[in-house]
């Protein structure tokens, strides 16, 4: 049963008082969108073995959502961040290679700062 | 018959203002309405009367004398009218208990999953009771524990059963 | 000592209390053990050998073993709901007045009849009950299974409830040590030292280990680190706790026995700890295992160290002359304490071809035989040991000298306790010189932080000696022996066992490899090694040894089956604790809920809320209740509790933007003071949730939600708000319990609302659909005119605390408009009358909101909404889907819930081919016929046609489809 410390409010919670809310990072795609791109959001997920981003809210606590990188296969949890980004930050990044240093990072974009949320 | 290993009691008068606000921008005026300082990440302030907790990076959470509590939301809401805040007297929705004893602890250990022993002495903490939600702090003596009201009834059996006299955490 | 048994030594039993004698009963029969004692040193103490019987071939068992590993005395304990079955009795302290009967025997456990499934057993190999029940097919079902069913399972379950109590603690803990012996105490003091918090678990109520047993100086080692450790205040010692699984990122279960020993104490009987340990030094020793010769399992046959324990631990003699059997130094130690304790030693059979070591020289100067390259061919008798049958252990079993005796003690080596180690990942390597699995120290098992959150020490380690800590000197090495003698004979095998509960012998997993089955779990499952409920504690390796010998591999390329939780079983009573009774779940009350009670309300459960169903009266029946109580609202007046609708405050300058985006119609051109009706999709565009919200301010909203969906629809808004759209000004906060909400409901509702005045109820200052805040008789409230019953009806919210004082207000004002409270039921069936869907019975997550034929409610002019992009998919857009239409009944029969109406043809399954489903069903009191509602293709363009509903072993249905509105089609009685 993992622990997680919730970025939001700094308690290191058990799983019991977390909700699991599947892989991080998703972008949305609504009206307009290709079927392609609408199945994609709605089913398409990584599960990985190794190297995966996941959403958690601290459901029993705070109420936050929050983000976790952590391997799959060990539960090794490599950093705990805000929900309100749309790629994992540098420092997160810094982190997972730091233990795992053949691992790349799957994504092109730029990362953007919460203040510069795609959406706005 | 051996005593119990805390007393457990519910308390009937209390009132509480629940504040949704950017905590950096509306703080101070926060503080200077309710009276009390801006508790830190997962701390409460209190003036022996009033506690102010800190229930989210955008959610305090104001508990006073009941009688206090009509006062209390006016002047928060009237001190965040210019800001994008939420305060609503929530007095009626929460049950609170009080555990009060050398092994308050214990009583708490038995239905909390949270390192209540590390909690600092200003700490709050929310957690769950075995299968409710639940929120923790210290008061001279012991703890407050606070829950939803429909589960009062539930919150009781759980403090009760696990005071049962003779059942002490200590090692035998 | 005659008093407390035959075999009671005179002198000797650290851990016994001579000055109390305790009076138990061993089936039916009175016997007397000492404080201190086991049951199973109780019953040795009495000349009780036998305790059981074998699982398979109920072949008479003993003890074989003194501790947690004993797969054979296992006893029901106890009476009524305090009995419990496979109790071990090497385990259990003995309590006065115990009362133990044995199990798997009939008519008794001396003359089993059970047991001629023993002279049979050449006919149960591996794999029979696979082999013998595959065919005829026929045969399972009135023959296999029934006789399989009388005799599965060891021991009886208790027929009544438990009357004792449990219960859980969580502990947050730096150094977690499990196991109170020298090993792990040494490892505690260590950890303590740096200031950790230290906690110690010992799985026996004593501290020590096997140190005091086998060292001459080990009680005062042990006693001084004890003391050493009891002064430290980050000390933590506990006896009696058993540690039973290791899992992720440190989390350790342990079992706490409280009060075993006394089920009068008035305390919890048993603790689960619930530990999160920073780390865990695994010290839970090493277990002894059995030598594989022909006759291993009769009777008097026990562990060298069991033999050892008995008579060092309970002043208890196995037998007076006691045959040693070994591969290894340390059962040597047993035939000195054999010695020591006046018992005779006639001979030392030691397989290896010589045995020079420092023990096996103080045995011959003590004047015992040893004789080396030697072994046991056989044991002479049946329900207990008569004589010894040697022979050479490089040799096939010729007999050559037979030696009377009446215990065997045999040391096959040790191997280490990794259960823990293994349960989270940690791995293992074989050590060809130790003939064990050790822990590689390389390869733990990980936590949170990818670092090892478990290591091992002692005994568990490898390091069987534990010489830094006990000053043991060298032993001798081992040599494997996996079957004794090497050669021996197929039949000789049939009468080795490795599985002692199950009755495994060599001979099945020899045949099981025979016959394919290489790896180690398959041969688990196909020879039920290992399975029983000792775990294969004492036969895993030896079944795998022989296994990897069939296989003429080496052990590590068989490897092992995988170490599961818990290390013994637990009771499920600690994993229920104080879930159980009142305390089951938390049971939501509403602020009127005494009230309800009080008048007899039939409860509904509605997640964890309780909702009156109906509130009979008298002989009424619940159907006749609920007729009563529609006809009462629909003639004059009632009330519903409505408390436990969801309550959600959403403000912010983002607000009415947020809410077009939750719901499919639009909300932010909801005028202030009005009500909408809303639907919630989720991004599949399925319907989760609907409700009225009323705009408050010009920036607040309050949204309903149904009861079951508060916290769920909370939680949906925060998702999306912190997660998709974090730059929009909304906060939201869940209210469900500030307020208590009455509907008051039916053509007098204004009437009895206005007598207690307080606020202006008109339909001119209150239109339908409208909202006011003022005050009902005193109390401060909002009132929502807003209707699920098609009558005239006001949502009367007030604060919690005053909700039952307006209750009683309401129904002390209308007692002459004979105001009737209703239930969920009356409020299901009048929503149906009036053709309201219901989330939960018109949806079940595969429907939207088009399918219910509610495109009103779904805004054109949004661009967007959750669930919109998913409605415009194929399948949502098919014309063939199912939608919603009234069904009446033709025969004035109700139509049954959820039946299927049927289609011409058939499909691929040669199933018939369905057009539609019933969703509501009920018999209308208001109407006096039987309503429904389904589901049906192009249901809306079949109006008038006759569908029919099979239903198996009766008549099938048929009705015809309708306008789902059967009352007040124009909707004018809401009006009032």
């Known amino acids: 049963m993992l ?79 805000s929900a309100q980004t749309p790629y994992p930050p540098a420092e997160v990044v810094a982190a997972i290679r730091a233990a795992r240093p053949d691992w790349q990072p799957d994504w092109t974009e730029t990362p953007t700062t919460p203040a510069e949320s795609p959406n706005a | 018959m051996a005593e119990a290993l805390a007393r457990i009691s519910q308390i009937d008068d209390l009132g509480m203002i629940q504040i949704r606000a950017d905590l950096g921008r509306a703080g101070d005026a926060i503080a200077e309405a309710a009276g009390l300082a801006l508790p830190g990440q997962g701390r409460v302030t209190t003036d022996g009367s009033r506690i102010l907790g800190w229930m989210s990076p955008d959610e305090l959470l104001l508990v006073l004398p009941r009688a206090e509590a009509a006062q209390a939301l006016a002047a928060l809401q009237d001190a965040l009218s210019t800001e994008h805040a939420l305060v609503l007297d929530v007095s009626d929705m929460r049950a609170a208990f009080r555990i009060q004893g050398d092994k308050a602890l214990h009583v708490l ?53 696990a005071a049962l006299p003779g059942s002490q955490l200590d090692p035998r | 000592m005659t008093q407390t048994g035959p075999f009671r030594l005179s002198s000797g039993g650290r851990l016994i209390d001579r000055a109390y004698p305790l009076p138990f009963r061993f089936d039916g029969r009175q016997l007397r053990g000492l404080r201190g004692d086991t049951l199973a040193s109780a019953l040795l103490a009495n000349g009780q050998m036998l305790m059981g019987r074998s699982f398979k071939y109920h072949r ?100 009544e409830a438990d009357p004792d109590t449990y219960e859980q603690a969580y502990a947050h803990v730096d150094l977690v040590v499990v196991g109170g012996g020298i090993a792990g105490l040494t490892a505690a003091l260590d950890a303590a030292k740096s200031g950790k918090s230290v906690w110690v678990l010992e799985q026996t109520p004593h501290f020590g280990g096997r140190t005091p047993t086998d060292h001459a100086d080990g009680q005062a080692r042990v006693d001084a680190l004890i003391a050493e450790l009891r002064a430290m205040p980050n000390v933590n010692l506990r006896r009696n706790t058993m540690a039973t699984g290791l899992y ?220 830094d800590a006990t000053g043991a000197a060298a032993e001798s090495a081992i040599m494997p022996v996996w079957v004794m003698p090497t050669h021996a004979t197929r039949k000789m095998k049939f009468k080795m066992f490795l599985d002692f509960q199950n009755d495994v012998k060599v001979s099945d997993v020899e045949l099981a490899a025979q016959e394919g089955y290489h790896s180690v779990e398959h041969t688990k499952r196909y020879t039920t090694l290992g399975m029983a409920t000792d775990q294969g504690k004492v036969s895993n390796i030896n079944g795998l040894a022989v296994l ?86 629909r003639a004059s007046v009632g009330t519903l509790d409505a408390s436990t609708l969801g309550k959600i405050v959403v403000k912010g300058p983002d607000a009415g933007k947020f809410l077009d985006m939750m719901y499919t119609g639009m909300m932010s051109t909801l005028p202030v003071g009005k009500c909408r009706y809303g639907l919630i999709c989720n991004e599949n565009g399925f319907l989760i949730d609907d409700g009225v919200a009323a705009r408050l301010s010009e920036d607040t909203w309050l949204v309903h939600t149904t009861t079951g969906g508060a916290d769920r629809m909370h939680g949906h808004f925060e998702d999306w708000l912190q997660c998709e759209w974090w730059d929009w000004q909304v906060y939201t906060a869940n209210v469900t319990e500030q307020w208590a909400q009455i509907a008051v409901v039916g053509p007098k509702a204004r009437v009895l609302l206005e007598r207690l005045g307080g606020m202006d109820l008109s339909a001119e200052a209150l239109p339908f659909m409208g909202w006011a805040e003022g005050e009902i008789a005193g109390i401060p409230a909002r009132v929502y005119r807003i209707s699920f019953s098609g009558e005239l009806s006001f949502e009367v919210a007030v604060p919690a605390n005053r909700g039952l004082e307006l209750w009683e207000k309401l129904h002390e004002a209308g007692a002459d408009l004979n105001i009737t409270p209703y239930g969920t039921e009356a409020m299901h069936i009048m929503r149906a009358e009036k053709g309201f869907i219901m989330i939960g019975d018109e949806t079940d997550g595969t429907v939207i909101p088009q399918d219910l034929g509610m495109s009103w409610a779904i805004s054109k002019k949004k661009e967007d909404y959750i669930g919109k992009r998913a409605q415009q998919r194929s399948h949502m857009t098919d014309p063939d889907r199912w ?26 399954n040669g199933q018939r081919n369905v057009q539609g489903r019933v969703t509501s069903t009920y018999i209308s009191p208001t109407l006096d016929k039987p309503i429904a509602m389904g589901l049906v293709r192009h249901g809306p363009e079949r109006m008038g046609e006759v569908l029919e509903f099979p239903v198996a072993g009766q008549e099938s249905y048929k009705a015809r489809i309708c306008d789902p509105v059967f009352y007040d089609k124009e909707g004018s009685r809401a009006n009032g």
Not at chain 3, 420 to 439: I, Y
Request: hydrophobic content about 40%; proline content about 7%; glycine content about 12%.
């Open chain 1, 3 to 81: 622990t997680l410390t919730c970025p939001c409010c700094g308690v290191a919670a058990e799983e019991t008082e977390l909700h699991a809310g599947g892989e991080a990072h998703l972008k949305r795609f609504g009206p307009g969108s290709s079927d392609a791109e609408f199945e994609g959001y709605l089913f398409a997920r990584k599960n990985p073995r190794g190297v995966h981003f996941e959403r958690w809210r601290h459901a029993y606590g705070c109420g936050k959502w929050f983000l976790a990188a952590r391997c799959t296969a060990t539960l090794q949890v490599f950093a705990t961040y």
């Open chain 2, 109 to 161: 250990m038995k239905l909390c999953p949270a390192d209540l022993a590390s909690m600092p002495q200003d700490g709050l903490r929310r957690t769950r009771a075995a299968q409710a939600a639940c929120g923790i702090w210290r008061e001279p003596g012991g703890y407050v524990l606070i829950g939803f009201r429909s589960v009062a009834d539930y919150l009781r059996g759980l403090l009760q059963g």
């Open chain 3, 60 to 159: 008479p068992r003993g003890p074989i073993a003194s501790g947690a590993e004993e797969p054979n005395a296992l006893l029901g304990l106890g009476h009524g709901g305090r009995f419990e079955p496979n109790q071990r009795a090497t385990t259990t302290p003995l309590v006065g007045g115990m009362a133990t009967t044995s199990q798997n025997c009939w008519p008794s456990l001396t003359a089993d009849v059970g047991a001629v499934n023993s002279w049979l057993y050449r006919f149960f190999p591996a794999g029979f009950y696979y082999k013998t029940f595959m065919w005829p097919r026929g045969f399972w079902k009135h023959v296999f299974e029934p006789v399989i069913r009388r005799s599965a399972g060891l021991g009886k379950a208790p027929t």
């Open chain 3, 248 to 467: 992720d990122h440190g989390y350790l279960l342990a079992r706490e026995a409280l009060a075993d020993h006394d089920p009068n104490a008035g305390i919890p009987r048993q603790r689960l700890w619930r530990i999160r340990a920073g780390h865990v030094v695994v010290a839970s020793g090493a277990l002894e295992r059995p030598l594989s010769f022909a006759g291993n399992d009769v009777p008097g046959v026990m562990l060298a160290s069991a033999v050892r324990d008995f008579i060092g631990d309970y002043g208890v003699a196995p037998g007076r002359r006691i045959v040693v059997v070994t591969n290894n130094d340390d059962a040597y130690r047993t035939a000195l304490a054999a010695l020591d304790a006046g018992l005779e030693v006639p001979v030392i059979l030691d397989a290896r071809s010589s045995a020079g070591g420092a023990l096996p020289e103080a045995a011959r100067a003590r004047g015992i035989r040893v004789l080396t390259d030697a072994a046991i061919a056989g044991i002479k008798g049946g329900q207990s040991v008569e004589a010894v049958k040697l022979c050479a252990h490089s040799g096939s079993g010729e007999v050559t000298e037979t030696i009377e005796a009446d215990c065997v003690a045999m040391s096959g080596g040790w191997s280490p306790v990794v259960h823990l180690w293994s349960h989270c990942g940690g791995k293992l390597n074989w050590s060809d010189t130790q003939s064990m699995f050790a822990p590689d120290p390389n390869r733990p098992p990980t936590g949170a932080d990818g670092k090892a959150m478990a290591s091992c020490v002692g005994a568990a380690s490898g390091d069987l000696l534990v010489a």
């Open chain 3, 548 to 633: 990897s010998g069939a296989l003429n591999q080496p052990i590590p390329a068989t490897g092992t089956t995988t170490f599961r939780p818990p290390y013994t079983p637990l009771t499920l009573g600690t994993i229920a604790a104080e879930a159980r009774g009142e305390l089951f779940q938390p049971l939501r009350k509403t602020p009127m809920h005494g009230w309800h009670q009080a008048k007899g309300a039939y409860w509904e459960p509605v997640g964890h809320w309780r909702r009156p169903y109906c509130y009979p009266q008298g002989a009424e029946s619940h159907a006749e209740a609920v007729a009563r109580e529609i006809r009462a609202v």
């Open chain 3, 883 to 908: 939608k919603l239409v009234g069904l009446e009944s033709l025969d004035g029969r109700m139509l049954p819930d959820g039946v299927y109406a049927v289609a011409e043809g058939v499909n691929g």
